[in-house]
């Protein structure tokens, strides 16, 4: 397997090959905001970014900044070598239904417990922004980086690029 060739980062972007494995947790006062079916579920200047390795930043925004009435804990649950075991929320907006769409970690290990009491929102799902710009999703259905213009890559999850 070819290591992928990053993309030059340029004036105000970061390239996620700069990010450190394991990953790093940098707290942002950048606004974002997560919406469902035009309903704002979420919104925060206060969220988190896990920032890993060939992965667009994942963002987790405190639990006090969503509407948690609209969201109902999901069966099932998954593991992360690093930040410990996920538990999985359905966001229910009048007849839009987000299934195990937004997850958290309830405790997670010691390196990560600044994401305990946050969520976290597949943009592929929600219309998720920072700054008023639309995060794009990272490709693969299993991972929930956000991509925006200020991020290059090549991201990992299309196909081919499970190894990186």
């Known amino acids: 397997m070819r290591r992928p060739v990053p993309v030059p980062p340029g004036p105000g972007q970061e390239s996620v090959w700069d990010y450190p494995r394991p990953p790093a947790v940098v707290p942002s006062e950048r606004h974002v905001v997560v919406a ?11 969220a988190v970014r896990v920032l890993e390795t060939s992965h667009p930043p994942g963002w987790y925004v405190p639990a006090d900044d969503c509407d948690l009435a609209r969201f109902e804990q999901a069966p099932g649950r998954s593991f992360c070598e690093w930040k410990g075991v996920a538990r999985y929320w359905t966001v229910r907006v009048d007849g839009a239904v987000a299934d195990r769409a937004a997850w958290s970690y309830p405790d997670p290990t010691p390196a990560f417990a600044a994401i305990a009491g946050h969520l976290a929102f597949y943009p592929s799902v929600f219309r998720c922004t920072v700054d008023g710009e639309l995060a794009m999703p990272q490709e693969g259905g ?23």
């Open 36 to 46: 469902l079916a035009g309903v704002v579920v979420a919104d925060t200047r206060r």
């Open 142 to 164: 299993f991972y929930g980086g956000w991509i925006t213009a200020d991020v290059v890559g090549p991201f990992k999850g299309p196909a081919g690029t499970q190894g990186w």
